[in-house]
């Protein structure tokens, strides 16, 4: 692994469904983000995590939940997708106090 | 409150000439702007970022102006090559105590014609 992965590429969802998006990181970096792209609306942040075992929420946190058991995976789980959460999520890192985040390749979620 | 502002959705320029993208902010706690890049299918990538004690930052053919006065940043691209084409996104943070959250503008599509 280099840099930041997401699992899976892409998902189609029945709406009323549990989904958890996976991002793990082998840069040892002590922050994570989870973000959501939507065209018009740009980056906004849903979660985040400042180290592990502790989480904050962002600007867009309503029906997602966050964990942060270790340095290295930060999942998001959604716990009854709806249609308005079809989006493109990306998870990033960052090595506190340094502010550049690292982003991964993003995961094209769509709930019907 | 939309926070950091982009105001230009698109902008298109020649090959060879300087392009400039804008960006508004609004909160004066923001001390560290950052600007990204992304190509269509791909993650945003870190491209440049500027200190609220500076007003210019340089790499290679990026340069980015901070006018704090005004709340304006802005990226120069010279000279544009058509891989610049891309969505720049905009981004700040206040980047004391232990928030580094990063807040993003709407993002401008570059387009740069060969």
């Known amino acids: 692994i280099a840099g930041i992965t997401q699992a899976p590429t892409s998902q189609i969802l029945a709406a009323g469904r549990r989904m958890t998006l996976r991002c793990t990181q082998d840069?040892?970096?002590?922050?994570m983000y989870w973000y959501r792209q939507d065209l018009g609306l740009g980056l906004r942040l849903i979660h985040y995590s400042n180290t592990a075992g502790t989480t904050g929420k962002g600007e867009v946190p309503d029906g997602y939940s966050v964990s942060r058991a270790n340095t290295d995976d930060f999942p998001l789980t959604l716990a009854s997708a709806v249609p308005s959460q079809t989006s493109v999520y990306f998870c990033a890192s960052s090595l506190v106090p340094r502010n550049e985040q690292f982003f991964g390749p993003g995961t094209r979620l769509t709930v019907l | 409150d939309q926070q950091v502002k982009q105001n230009s959705p698109s902008l298109s320029v020649q090959e060879g000439r300087i392009s400039i993208l804008n960006c508004d902010y609004t909160n004066s706690m923001f001390d560290y702007f950052l600007w990204y890049k992304k190509y269509p299918a791909e993650g945003p990538t870190f491209l440049i970022s500027?200190?609220?004690?500076?007003d210019k930052n340089e790499d290679g053919r990026f340069t980015v102006f901070l006018n704090k006065s005004a709340k304006h940043l802005s990226l120069h691209i010279v000279p544009s090559q058509p891989g610049d084409s891309a969505v720049y996104f905009c981004a700040a943070s206040e980047s004391g105590g232990s928030n580094y959250k990063l807040t993003f503008g709407k993002g401008t599509l570059l387009t740069v014609n060969p």
């Open positions: 500027i200190s609220s004690i500076k």
């Open positions: 840069m040892r970096h002590n922050a």
